[in-house]
């Protein structure tokens, strides 16, 4: 299936009310958080290294997902408010996305965190090579440098 990744600056598109929605029907709270975080104009995605992009398939947005700055590590960045919507699940949209911010983030940090949530969104952080960070456990980190170069991505990426 075909993507498109943008980069979201200016404003949340208008689409993200759908992903919002199935995100909560899911017992997900973090699309909401993000939206209201930058109306709020407390979380925007604006800091060195920091970006926000939306994975569309046609007109329709089909995931969203950001790296911010990581408080807890030095040098580091974080997965952050990265939902990809159930019908477009297992369809490469996801990997798309996460292999793309994975991408921007190599000119900025040496280690990417995430805290997945669920078993299932640790499994797909652990196939594109993260691994438990020891403190926590809850933390999965990856080493910029270990990122295959056969993971880089292909494809369209423009700024919305």
């Given amino acids: 299936m075909l993507a498109d990744i943008r980069v979201i600056r200016d404003r949340l598109p208008r689409e993200i009310a759908d992903l919002e929605s199935e995100a909560r029907r899911e017992g997900h709270f973090h ?4 939206i209201d975080e930058w109306s709020a104009g407390d979380l925007r995605f604006e800091r060195h290294g920091e970006i926000l992009l939306g994975a569309y398939v046609g007109e329709a947005l089909a995931g969203i997902g950001g ?3 990581e408080p ?10 990265f939902y990809v919507s159930p019908e477009m699940r297992r369809h490469g949209i996801g990997r798309l996305l996460a292999l793309a911010l994975l991408n921007h983030t190599r000119d900025f940090c040496s280690v990417v965190t995430v805290h997945p949530g669920n078993p299932g969104a640790a499994k797909f952080w652990e196939a594109l090579g ?4 020891a403190p926590d456990g809850d933390t999965l980190c990856l080493e910029i440098a270990r990122i295959p170069s056969g993971r880089a991505v292909s494809g369209s990426l423009s700024t919305f």
């Avoid at 807890?72 to 408010?81: I, K």
């Fill in 130 to 133: 993260f691994r438990p960070h």
């Fill in 72 to 81: 807890a590590l030095s040098q580091a960045l974080r997965m952050r408010r």
């Fill in 31 to 34: 699309i909401t958080r993000l």
């Fill in 67 to 69: 790296v911010t700055v």
